[in-house]
């Protein structure tokens, strides 16, 4: 089984974590929190959700765990990760695993598949509250296997050009009075990314949201910070900056604008539903037309964007 798709024994299987499945699954199961991720700086807990005999191992982040934020006033971050994850799938490309909103035992908020090894959890704890983190898991769940590393994707270097297979994004300050250059992979996983954030406005890509498969899916997350109608892109993937749009991207594109001109009248619940109403469900009528706009002018222009300069190009921290 591909590495992504294998979970710890008792928890489901043969779905890949931007699946319907996978959604379905998110959507109706039950969910139980395991612990809470401390590094975040929002509530990010972890959880499995459970549903006919399928278990499988999430993301929580519940609105009430959110920090204000200055600059997005309208709705709240969950709903903009769960649009992201919609977008995601009109591409075709499914690098965001699958994200819902719904209810939880701390409110509604943003459930998504967790993907790779999930953290240590006892799976006979009750609930943990958020502030508390996840117990290690039970003694007599079998280990997986090692699997292979992936390729790094990010990197610094010396010198003022990226070596062969590189994209050169800035130079970056290593202390002790020296800079290095940080660069990305030229690989078209990243390539897909890169487009997809500057149709999402993505104004927090780090290096530490990109979830590389040792099969070689490229998965991403955190997209709370998305879809402002102001240029907020903000990314560590400028490597194409100004160049040709690739033959796949375009295609891509015209996908994602068929989409958003569908009938938005059409069937009103879930997944059947048009993208424009599904989206109008989860961002201001602004946001989504600005999206639009977004996707036609990199049809119109038929290259990767360049910063704009009224915004830092690159987030801080990076990773």
């Known amino acids: ?44 807990l972890f959880g499995t959700v459970e549903h006919a005999g399928s278990s499988l191992p999430c993301v929580y982040k519940p609105v009430a765990g959110e920090r204000p934020l200055w600059d997005f006033p309208d709705g709240n971050l969950a709903q903009r990760e769960v649009a992201a994850y919609e977008v995601s799938r009109a591409t075709g490309w499914d690098l965001i695993p699958a994200t819902v909103l719904r209810d939880g035992p701390y409110g509604v908020g943003m459930c998504q598949a967790w993907v790779g090894e999930p953290p240590d959890a006892a799976d006979d704890d009750e609930d943990a509250p958020p502030g508390e983190t996840a117990e290690a898991a039970s003694d007599d769940e079998p280990e997986s296997g090692p699997e292979e590393e992936p390729a790094p994707l990010l990197a610094l270097v010396d010198g003022e050009e990226p070596g062969e297979g590189w994209k050169a994004v800035g130079f970056a300050d290593v202390g002790g009075g020296r800079t290095a250059l940080l660069v990305h992979a030229d690989d078209p996983r990243l390539r897909r990314l890169a487009v997809l954030d500057a149709v999402l406005n993505n104004g927090d890509r780090k290096g530490g949201h990109l979830l590389p498969r040792p099969d070689g899916a490229l ?82 222009s038929g290259r990767h964007p360049l910063p704009s300069g009224e915004w830092p190009a690159i987030p801080w921290p990076p990773v």
């Open 219 to 300: 998965y991403a997350i955190d997209h709370g910070v998305t879809f402002h109608v102001d240029d907020k892109l903000r990314t560590l993937l400028w490597g194409w900056a100004g160049e040709e749009l690739t033959d796949e991207a375009v295609e891509a594109l015209r996908r994602l604008s068929t989409a958003l001109c569908a009938d938005p009248g059409g069937p009103a619940d879930g997944a059947e539903a048009p993208l424009a109403a599904r989206l109008a469900e989860l961002l201001t009528e602004a946001e989504v037309q600005a999206m639009g706009k977004r996707v036609e002018a990199l049809l119109s």
């Open 1 to 44: 089984m591909p590495a992504p798709e294998r979970v710890p024994p008792g928890r489901m299987s043969g779905t890949a974590p931007a699946a319907e499945a996978t959604r379905e699954l998110l959507r109706q199961g039950t969910l139980t929190v395991r612990g809470q991720i401390t590094a975040a700086s929002n509530t990010v």
